[in-house]
C-alpha cells in the first residue's frame, strides 16, 4: 500500500450537438456570461493569464465555490487534442501531488456527443483514517458539481441552438 491512493471521479452526459460547438464553449469559458452560466451556484471569475485559451502550457485562472468555500487556482493546460480532449493540472507544483489531472473529452456518434468530464485525486491513508467523513462530504460535493456542469452544458448547448 502507497502513501496515497489515486481517486477518479468521472461524470459523462449525452448532448445533442457537435464536438466543435462543444469546444467552441469551453474556449470562451473566460467570458463572465459563459463561466457563470456553467455552473450559476458556484462559478464565479476564469480569464486566461498566460496564452490563448486551451492551448497547451496556456494558464488561466479560476475562482469557484467548493464545498462551501471559494477556491483562487490556476490552471496551465497540459494537453490538447482539437474537439477531442482537453487536459489540465494545478499550476503550483505541490498541488499537483494532490490533484495531478483534470480532463474534458468528446466522444462524437453522430447527432449525439458524450462530453466527459474527469478528475484525478490523490488521498493520503492517514486522511482517509482520521477525516474520513470530510472525504467523503468533499468527494460527493465534487460529483455534485461535476454532474450539474454537465447536466448545464447540455441545457446551454441543446436549448441555444449552439
Known sequence: MGLLEDLVLTHSIEIRTTPEKIFAFLRHLHLEENYRAWHPQDHQLMRWVKGEPWEEGSVAYAEQYAHGKLHKLKYIVTKVVPDREIEFSPRFW????????????????????????????????????????????????????????GENLKKLLEHSGN
Open 94 to 149: 505541490l498541488w499537483r501531488i494532490y490533484f495531478p489531472k483534470n480532463t474534458f473529452s468528446v466522444e462524437s456518434r453522430g447527432e449525439i456527443c458524450t462530453f466527459t468530464a474527469t478528475a484525478h485525486m490523490r488521498v493520503g491513508w492517514l486522511m482517509k483514517k482520521l477525516a474520513r467523513k470530510k472525504l467523503d462530504a468533499a468527494l460527493e460535493s465534487a460529483r455534485k458539481h461535476m454532474r450539474e456542469e
